[in-house]
């Protein structure tokens, strides 16, 4: 039995591991490690697919030397799943968009092809990475796998940062404003939230300027080994595309979709 030192974003806890099992009861944890002045960041991007509202991609270029963003797919696993390709074509028009954005701030997305556990190790040691940052999960599975990969960041002596910000208001803090148990029926969710408040401003949209005095290698081999996949690569074809233009993935498409609703909302109910 070992213990690795876990720092949340609001309390500190320890956890005990064995070598076949690990629990954590809380999401939202930092591995600390002893590293020098300057990391060498790494944001792993899952759902947060934007530069708007990313704490956890703010954190990454705090004290940052290098900078390196990732997104981890499994082609394997893609095509046994059983989803459209309504739904990749969506998630490769988001994951080409937030590569648009990264480039504009002079660094680009790495599309990893792989399991999570057995790719992050390898990046670690092959980039030097000295920080991990993502977004907090949610869901009980990506939970468990947070946990694993917080321990091999511990084994690799990589601080591993996981922020909120998928949701509105942190769930962990809603479960302790109701005495350690998750609210079942809204009333009880509202009266939590009610307590609690009006959720955290966003943080600032990350932009060019934060990027300064940080470097963020491309590899020569980033087009071939690193660049967006083609639906063809995860089974499919355009031809099995049948949406179209009508549902178009990515940051920007959204961020001109809410602009005209809220122009239409203005036009129609203000004076």
């Known amino acids: 039995m070992s213990f690795v030192r876990v720092v949340c974003t609001h309390t500190s806890i320890t956890v005990m591991l064995s070598?076949?099992?690990?629990t954590l009861s809380h999401p939202l944890?930092?591995?600390s490690s002893n590293v020098g002045l300057g990391h060498n960041a790494m944001h792993w991007f899952r759902k947060d697919l934007r530069l708007h509202d990313?704490?956890?991609?703010?954190?990454?270029l705090v004290n940052c030397r290098t900078f390196r963003a990732v997104y981890i797919i499994d082609?394997?696993?893609?095509r046994a799943a059983n989803v459209s390709a309504n739904r990749w074509k969506f998630l490769l028009d988001c994951l080409t968009d937030?590569?648009?954005?990264?480039?504009?701030?002079?660094?680009r997305l790495h599309v990893i092809r792989g399991q999570p556990t057995y790719v992050l190790p390898k990046l670690f040691q092959e980039w030097n990475i000295s920080k991990l940052t993502f977004e907090c999960e949610t869901e009980p599975f990506g939970q468990r796998r947070d946990v694993a990969v917080a321990v091999l960041g511990e084994e690799h002596g990589v601080e591993v940062i996981s922020k909120p910000s998928h949701t509105l208001y942190d769930p962990e803090k809603i479960i302790v404003s109701n005495g350690g148990e998750a609210p079942l029926v809204i009333k009880t969710f509202e009266n939590v939230?009610?307590?609690?408040?009006?959720?955290e401003k966003p943080v600032d949209a990350v932009n060019k300027e934060m990027f300064k005095g940080c470097i963020c290698p491309v590899s020569s081999e980033y087009n071939t080994k690193f660049g967006v996949p083609r639906l063809n690569?995860?089974?499919?074809?355009?031809s099995d595309v049948t949406t179209g233009d009508l549902w178009v993935g990515g940051e920007?498409?959204?961020?001109?979709?809410?602009?005209?609703?809220?122009e239409k909302v203005r036009l129609q109910y203000l004076p």
Request: with cysteine.
């Open 54 to 60: 990313n704490p956890s991609l703010c954190e990454a």
């Open 252 to 262: 920007v498409e959204a961020i001109k979709r809410l602009t005209e609703l809220e």
């Open 75 to 78: 082609p394997l696993s893609a």
């Open 193 to 199: 939230v009610r307590h609690m408040g009006p959720p």
């Open 98 to 107: 937030l590569d648009k954005s990264l480039h504009e701030c002079g660094s």
């Open 233 to 238: 690569e995860l089974g499919f074809e355009e």
């Open 29 to 31: 944890f930092v591995v």
């Open 19 to 22: 070598p076949n099992e690990l």
